[in-house]
């Protein structure tokens, strides 16, 4: 695997509940990514964290907020605000001086109805 | 813009029939990386190959094998006698330097992926 888990693989929420993906990762990495997948599209990044304590914004961010207070943990929540929820999402790492592989975790399908 | 332009949606093939992935990608960056990744239907993301914008030789790794060419920014991928268990959607991905408060790190931009179908 990516040495990355995320769990549950499923998710199924009403709307306008949030909710939280889990994310771990076990070797000991810096970097640490989510992206959004849609059917036919490509991924696309919600956040990305450096270091613990520190996370930054992709390119829709909107509706999503993460966390990072343990190196190995970074979960995502998706809010109420989030208006199209349903995707399927990946959790990556990668580590700060390799030259930006980034490895996957086994992903999470959220349906919200 | 679209960074990355991956034209083939959907390709079927008959196994052992060769099979060319194209990727064409658009960047300002001088220096950037190329990668490719199998996505199959587990849905995991698998990490197949990494290419630098300076080391333009083409990569063979037993079946699979790349083609780079900073001249028609393409960076295609063609698998040779293709098996069943090749079914999957490949994405290709283009990395540039994201600077973050004195910190460089990658950040990737994918295509939408080119499902592949091999049928027995």
């Known amino acids: 695997d990516g040495g990355i888990t995320q769990s549950p693989k499923y998710l199924f929420r009403k709307e306008g509940q949030n909710v939280t993906l889990s994310c771990e990762q076990n070797?000991?990495?810096?970097?640490m990514y989510w992206y959004r997948q849609d059917p036919g599209q490509g991924l696309r990044l919600i956040y990305y964290s450096q270091i613990v304590n520190d996370f930054q914004k992709g390119d829709i961010a909107e509706g999503y907020s993460v966390s990072r207070e343990k190196k190995e943990s970074f979960p995502l929540t998706v809010t109420s605000a989030q208006k199209n929820p349903t995707a399927f999402y990946l959790c990556a790492r990668s580590v700060r001086s390799d030259r930006y592989e980034q490895y996957f975790g086994p992903g999470t399908r959220l349906t919200v109805t | 813009a679209q960074k990355v332009t991956q034209a083939q949606t959907e390709i079927s093939v008959v196994e052992k029939e060769d099979v060319t992935l194209d990727c064409v990608y658009e960047?300002?960056?001088?220096?950037?990386?190329l990668f490719w990744y199998k996505q199959p239907p587990s849905g995991e993301l698998v990490f197949l190959i990494r290419r630098n914008s300076f080391d333009e030789q083409n990569e063979i790794s037993g079946r699979y094998s790349w083609n780079f060419q900073k001249s028609t920014s393409s960076f295609n991928f063609t698998i040779t006698a293709s098996q069943v268990v090749d079914s999957a959607v490949y994405f290709c991905?283009?990395?540039?330097?994201?600077?973050?408060?004195?910190?460089?790190?990658?950040?990737?931009?994918f295509g939408r992926g080119t499902q592949l179908t091999v049928w027995p």
């Open positions: 991905a283009l990395s540039e330097p994201l600077i973050d408060r004195g910190s460089t790190l990658g950040r990737l931009y």
């Open positions: 070797l000991n990495h810096d970097a």
């Open positions: 960047t300002r960056d001088t220096t950037y990386y």
